[in-house]
């Protein structure tokens, strides 16, 4: 039997690579004589980087940043070999699992750390193709810092650079792209199709679990809208509307229109790296999982793109997770087959989080178990 698995990160639990080998163990264990093959995934967000190295020619390149707070950091991209072409990962340096609960402010929050990344991979590794892969952020400054820190202006009336963070982008009244960025491709990988504004936005959907309080969140939300209004009037592009425009706090809408950015779908990019497809088409189970399984995953997250590959090829997908939410229609129109939860008894998160290997290797030899007896 030829079992593919190919799971994405547990966000701020386990890397997709971890979560890969749990669920191998599990099989194994049932039966070790099928033919497994590991394909730790991501949807371009984070966990990209770490595909990259086990799946491309190439090398990590590491130098100083800062974190979505603005403390120094040492982080990695990818440059691929042979090329001009660098991978930036944004959770690398301005994602939230790298900023401790209390100091999480959306309002206050900067991509600039990701920009100097780039910046880094542009004048430090000659780079003039740039991949920068949304997800996992800890901001909702649409991409304005990572601007900033390519030497972009972003100035008020008394012709002022502002200040970084969303909550100062209603101060914004014109932009200045420099000359140099003209010669440079930027390809945004979105891990969302949420567009920029609106009830199902960046801001909207996103900002809570990044620290926003309720009264903030209209705050943001209108700070956003500002700023669309500004790249409309000086850029004449109107950013609102863009499928994904709302990964990564808006960083996807805000670089398509500040960068002239290309946006394409974060797991797609991914998935022709191994050329996924194919194994999907050759496997007799597949095994997925992610840390949560809820409406957000319905926007474009792992389990629900590898869901419509196995649809395509009548495959059977188990997806496995750390919580569930229904109605789980959603996720079985989408292709997958069956949901499990990981927990086997009762638990705190707290507690979950710490067992989640073996929970994860609990549950995929009960799963299979069952599996490998009916077929």
Partial sequence: MKILIAPDSFKECLSANKVARSIAIGIKKINPNHSIEEVPISDGGEGAIEFLKKNCDGKAVEHETENAI???ILSEYFKFRNSKTAWIELSQASGLSLIENKNRNPG?????????????????????????????????????????????KLLDENNNQIERGCESLFKIKQIKTPK??????????????????????????????KGATLDQ??????????????????????????????SAGGTAAGLY?????????????????VNLEKKVKLSDIIFTAEGKLDYQSLN??????????AKKHKKILICLAGSIEPPYENFYRNGVTAIFNIQNKPMSLGKSMKAAESQISDISSRVFSFFEKIQ
């Fill in 70 to 72: 603005g403390n120094k």
């Fill in 108 to 152: 206050l929050t900067s991509t600039y750390g990701t920009g100097l990344s780039i910046n880094h991979a542009i004048k430090k590794s000659g780079c003039s193709d740039i991949i920068l892969s949304l997800g996992g952020s800890a901001t909702n400054d649409a991409g304005t810092g990572i601007f900033h820190a390519l030497g972009g």
């Fill in 180 to 209: 140099y960025l003209n010669t440079i491709k930027f390809k945004i990988a979105y891990d969302v199709t949420n567009p920029l504004l609106g009830i199902n936005g960046a801001t909207k959907t996103y900002s809570r679990q």
């Fill in 217 to 246: 969140i209209e705050k943001l939300e209108k700070n956003i809208f500002h700023f669309s209004q500004i790249v409309k009037k000086d850029l004449k592009i109107d950013i609102t509307k863009v499928k994904g425009g709302g």
């Fill in 257 to 273: 229109g500040l960068l002239g950015a290309r946006l394409t779908n974060g797991f797609k990019l991914i998935a022709e790296f």
């Fill in 300 to 309: 474009g997250k792992v389990p629900i793109e590898l869901g419509k590959l």
